[in-house]
């Protein structure tokens, strides 16, 4: 990342890139299986996603296994604008975008409702959400106090806001500022936790990825690597009080990153390099300007060059298009210009051998005490019982992963699974020839004496074109229950939905996507993020606005399991604030259970379709009589089982059917 740091600094000042048919075992009215002929163990073939037509608004789509319940296009003051991060509160789905966010109401998902644009430019906009706060995140140089849209130009300046906006959203059609938090290297991505033994506060956990700002702009940011105040290596804490959240401030710098060296990684693709190399020679013949950074050669964006030729013109007090006598005296200038820039931020240039200096992401799981960070090179556990004082307990590299970029825990807390952002989100990644160990996710294990095993990889098995930027993005959990299901963003890869119940074999099983926005080359589209929230899949198009699916029956997931998942209800959801899945007991929790022994052979068939005949009795009996059947269902599965396939699933099966029965569950009797 360091060279792609300078780059930025000596080349594109003020210059972002783009980025960064099995058998069915669905219900019938009797609640035995009933199979449907369109329910494919397996993945069409030829796969749907691959040639399809390009376009922004019309291009080609293929959908497996889900439904597109709505597509809304941007609000006119977002439209050509980056879309980012999703957050959820109530019927309300929050936006964020480079140039604000925007709140649509999905009371009714097939006609989402737009009830706040709030045009605000930064970057990236992050967003959280708890109670009536908006957490708003802004890192570059041009994001303004007062939300201007004019920028700011001075480099030292107090109408800059680098750090956390609080917003209070009682009215959610009239949001307030009522507070920000500045921070040394401004806040890229940011993380709400909810302490279960503290009521009146909520805790922020700020990733910031930028510069370090001058101690002339922000007392106390100090640049220097070395200096044991540094605001390298380590991440801010803020506290906010419920009750005043103008309140808010930084309580604790904690340096997760002491000890660690840097990681190995792994070179360029060949294709790649290939690339770089005709690219560099076109440059040359064209007269364009190339400069070397840590040994390696780069072509100077077209407008940088630009610029620097004006100055030029200025310095001779000149006017008009520049000579070729100013050309000359740029190239001949431009090697010191490089070795300057790079020296006056060598203080802040860690050395080489150093490990990370920055998380991109921290997902944080209070219910389990624990906190996966993605920090540039490496995968983090944390301990954060003390939420001021989270404590890195665990470390992981991998030399097929380039960026870690997001974690997610599965629901027990027993796995956890990193991203990787290789090409950082405005490169297509996804081709053919792409290995499928880079820019793919990694998963692992976690033992009970809280070390991380890996397991396997899962990457988008679909190739994508050499247009579509497309690499492993933001996805979340679906709360199927007893299994272990997410939907995942692959940017211009579209939406994956895969299975990684067993670690060490995921298994795609639903899937939409879109052709690229544009054939011809890289222009930045696709999802940021894909999250389940309250029975839908709800999807960030960066390009093309908000979208919406939902699960459709098949041979992975039976209707059971869809209707139990949607039995799982939220107040609000932030991704990386991850909140624990509770079913309450139901019949179609107790279908789902049997749909999954009867998948995994995992409890005798005549017995599945006993209870399954027990279940659809119970319904349409009295709640006495309810009772009487669901108390013979629970006594014929405890008796089965020892001798079943799936004994831990069978127990679950027999609990959901205590619950149902009204009788004390087994930890209750204890």
Same mark, same amino acid.
């Given at each position: 990342?360091?060279?792609?740091?300078?780059?930025?600094?000596?080349?594109?000042?003020?210059?972002?890139?783009?980025?960064?048919?099995?058998?069915?075992?669905?219900?019938?009215?009797?609640?035995?299986?009933?199979?449907?002929?369109? /329910?494919?163990?397996?993945?069409?073939? %030829?796969?749907?996603?691959?040639?399809?037509?390009?376009?922004?608004?019309?291009?080609?789509?293929?959908?497996?296994?889900?439904?597109?319940?709505?597509?809304?296009?941007?609000?006119?003051?977002?439209?050509?604008?980056?879309?980012?991060?999703?957050?959820? !509160?109530?019927?309300?789905?929050?936006?964020?975008?480079?140039?604000?966010?925007?709140?649509?109401?999905? !009371?009714?998902?097939?006609?989402?409702?737009?009830?706040?644009?709030?045009?605000?430019?930064?970057?990236?906009?992050?967003?959280?959400?708890?109670?009536?706060?908006?957490?708003?995140?802004?890192?570059?140089?041009?994001?303004?106090?007062?939300?201007?849209?004019?920028?700011?130009?001075?480099?030292?300046? !107090?109408?800059?806001?680098?750090?956390?906006?609080?917003?209070?959203?009682?009215?959610?059609?009239? %949001?307030?500022?009522?507070?920000?938090?500045?921070?040394?290297?401004?806040?890229?991505?940011?993380?709400?936790?909810?302490?279960?033994?503290?009521?009146?506060?909520?805790?922020?956990?700020?990733?910031?990825?930028?510069?370090?700002?001058?101690?002339?702009?922000?007392?106390?940011?100090?640049?220097?690597?070395?200096?044991?105040?540094?605001?390298?290596?380590?991440?801010?804490?803020? $506290?906010? %009080?419920?009750?005043?959240?103008?309140?808010?401030?930084?309580?604790?710098?904690?340096?997760?990153?002491?000890?660690?060296?840097?990681?190995?990684?792994?070179?360029?693709?060949?294709?790649?390099?290939?690339?770089?190399?005709?690219?560099?020679?076109?440059?040359?013949?064209?007269?364009?300007?190339?400069?070397?950074?840590?040994?390696?050669?780069?072509?100077?964006?077209?407008?940088?060059?630009?610029?620097?030729?004006?100055?030029?013109?200025?310095?001779?007090?000149?006017?008009?298009?520049?000579?070729?006598?100013?050309?000359?005296?740029?190239?001949?200038?431009?090697?010191? /210009?490089?070795?300057?820039?790079?020296?006056?931020?060598?203080?802040?240039?860690?050395?080489?051998?150093?490990?990370?200096?920055?998380?991109?992401?921290?997902?944080?799981?209070?219910?389990?005490?624990?906190?996966?960070?993605?920090?540039?090179?490496?995968?983090?556990?944390?301990?954060?019982?003390?939420?001021?004082?989270?404590?890195? @307990?665990?470390?992981?590299?991998?030399?097929?992963?380039?960026?870690?970029?997001?974690?997610?825990?599965?629901?027990?807390?027993?796995?956890?699974?990193?991203?990787?952002?290789?090409?950082?989100?405005?490169?297509?990644?996804?081709?053919?020839?792409?290995?499928?160990?880079?820019?793919?996710?990694?998963?692992?294990?976690?033992?009970?004496?809280?070390?991380?095993?890996?397991?396997?990889?899962?990457?988008?098995?679909?190739?994508?074109?050499?247009?579509?930027?497309?690499?492993?993005?933001?996805?979340?959990?679906?709360?199927?229950?007893?299994?272990?299901?997410?939907?995942?963003?692959?940017?211009?890869?579209?939406?994956?939905?895969?299975?990684?119940?067993?670690? $060490? $074999?995921?298994?795609?099983?639903?899937?939409?996507?879109?052709? %690229?926005?544009?054939?011809?080359?890289?222009?930045?589209?696709?999802?940021?993020?894909?999250?389940?929230?309250?029975?839908?899949?709800?999807?960030?198009?960066?390009?093309?606005?908000?979208?919406?699916?939902?699960?459709?029956?098949?041979?992975?997931?039976?209707?059971?399991?869809?209707?139990?998942? $949607?039995?799982?209800?939220?107040?609000?959801?932030?991704?990386?604030?991850?909140?624990?899945?509770?079913?309450?007991?139901?019949?179609?929790?107790?279908?789902?259970?049997?749909?999954?022994?009867?998948?995994?052979?995992?409890?005798?068939?005549?017995? @599945?379709?006993?209870?399954?005949?027990?279940?659809?009795?119970?319904?349409?009996?009295?709640?006495?009589?309810?009772?009487?059947?669901?108390?013979?269902?629970?006594?014929?599965?405890?008796?089965?089982?020892?001798?079943?396939?799936?004994?831990?699933?069978?127990?679950?099966?027999?609990?959901?059917?205590?619950?149902?029965?009204?009788?004390?569950?087994?930890? !209750?009797?204890?």
């Amino acid at each position: 990342m360091v060279s792609s740091q300078l780059r930025l600094l000596s080349l594109a000042a003020g210059l972002l890139s783009a980025m960064a048919c099995a058998r069915s075992t669905s219900s019938s009215s009797d609640g035995s299986p009933s199979p449907r002929g369109d /329910m494919s163990a397996e993945a069409p073939k %030829p796969d749907p996603r691959v040639g399809l037509r390009p376009g922004r608004m019309d291009a080609a789509e293929a959908i497996w296994n889900l439904r597109l319940v709505s597509k809304t296009p941007p609000s006119p003051q977002f439209v050509d604008q980056t879309n980012s991060d999703l957050a959820f !509160s109530g019927n309300h789905v929050i936006q964020g975008s480079y140039n604000g966010w925007q709140v649509w109401d999905i !009371s009714n998902p097939r006609q989402p409702s737009l009830k706040t644009a709030y045009v605000c430019p930064a970057s990236q906009s992050d967003v959280s959400v708890y109670r009536n706060l908006l957490f708003v995140s802004g890192e570059n140089l041009s994001a303004r106090l007062d939300c201007g849209t004019q920028g700011v130009e001075d480099t030292v300046s !107090s109408e800059r806001l680098r750090g956390i906006r609080i917003f209070d959203i009682s009215d959610i059609t009239k %949001p307030r500022n009522v507070g920000n938090v500045q921070t040394c290297r401004g806040s890229h991505t940011h993380t709400v936790l909810v302490d279960p033994k503290d009521t009146e506060n909520v805790y922020v956990y700020i990733s910031g990825s930028s510069h370090v700002r001058p101690e002339s702009e922000l007392p106390g940011c100090v640049r220097g690597p070395k200096d044991p105040n540094s605001a390298l290596f380590r991440i801010e804490v803020i $506290k906010v %009080p419920l009750a005043n959240p103008s309140q808010a401030a930084v309580v604790n710098s904690p340096r997760i990153f002491q000890n660690l060296v840097a990681p190995p990684r792994h070179g360029e693709a060949p294709e790649d390099i290939e690339a770089k190399k005709k690219e560099l020679a076109e440059a040359r013949a064209a007269g364009l300007y190339t400069v070397t950074i840590e040994g390696e050669e780069q072509v100077v964006p077209p407008q940088a060059s630009a610029a620097m030729l004006d100055s030029v013109v200025a310095a001779r007090a000149g006017t008009g298009a520049p000579t070729a006598a100013d050309s000359a005296t740029l190239r001949q200038a431009l090697p010191a /210009m490089v070795e300057a820039m790079v020296k006056a931020h060598a203080e802040e240039m860690p050395d080489s051998t150093a490990g990370p200096t920055q998380c991109h992401d921290i997902t944080v799981y209070p219910a389990i005490g624990l906190a996966g960070g993605a920090c540039e090179g490496y995968g983090f556990l944390l301990d954060i019982k003390d939420p001021v004082r989270p404590n890195r @307990i665990g470390a992981v590299s991998d030399s097929n992963f380039s960026y870690w970029h997001s974690a997610t825990f599965n629901n027990s807390g027993t796995k956890i699974l990193f991203s990787d952002e290789w090409g950082g989100g405005s490169q297509a990644k996804c081709r053919a020839t792409d290995k499928p160990e880079w820019g793919a996710d990694a998963i692992f294990t976690i033992s009970k004496d809280r070390k991380m095993d890996f397991q396997g990889y899962y990457k988008l098995p679909a190739p994508q074109t050499a247009a579509e930027n497309c690499v492993a993005h933001n996805g979340s959990l679906i709360p199927i229950p007893g299994r272990d299901i997410m939907a995942q963003a692959w940017y211009q890869g579209g939406i994956s939905v895969f299975d990684w119940t067993n670690p $060490k $074999k995921p298994k795609e099983i639903a899937f939409f996507d879109r052709g %690229p926005v544009d054939s011809t080359r890289i222009e930045s589209g696709g999802y940021w993020s894909t999250y389940w929230y309250n029975g839908y899949i709800v999807g960030s198009e960066m390009a093309r606005g908000l979208d919406i699916f939902e699960l459709a029956p098949s041979a992975f997931i039976s209707e059971n399991e869809i209707a139990a998942a $949607k039995t799982v209800k939220f107040d609000y959801l932030n991704t990386q604030g991850q909140q624990k899945f509770v079913w309450p007991a139901s019949v179609s929790l107790a279908r789902a259970y049997l749909d999954q022994l009867e998948r995994s052979n995992g409890l005798e068939a005549g017995k @599945i379709a006993e209870v399954r005949a027990a279940l659809a009795t119970a319904e349409k009996g009295s709640a006495s009589e309810r009772a009487v059947v669901l108390s013979q269902v629970v006594s014929q599965l405890e008796a089965e089982t020892a001798r079943a396939g799936d004994t831990a699933k069978v127990k679950m099966l027999a609990s959901t059917v205590r619950e149902l029965a009204g009788e004390p569950s087994l930890a !209750s009797r204890r």
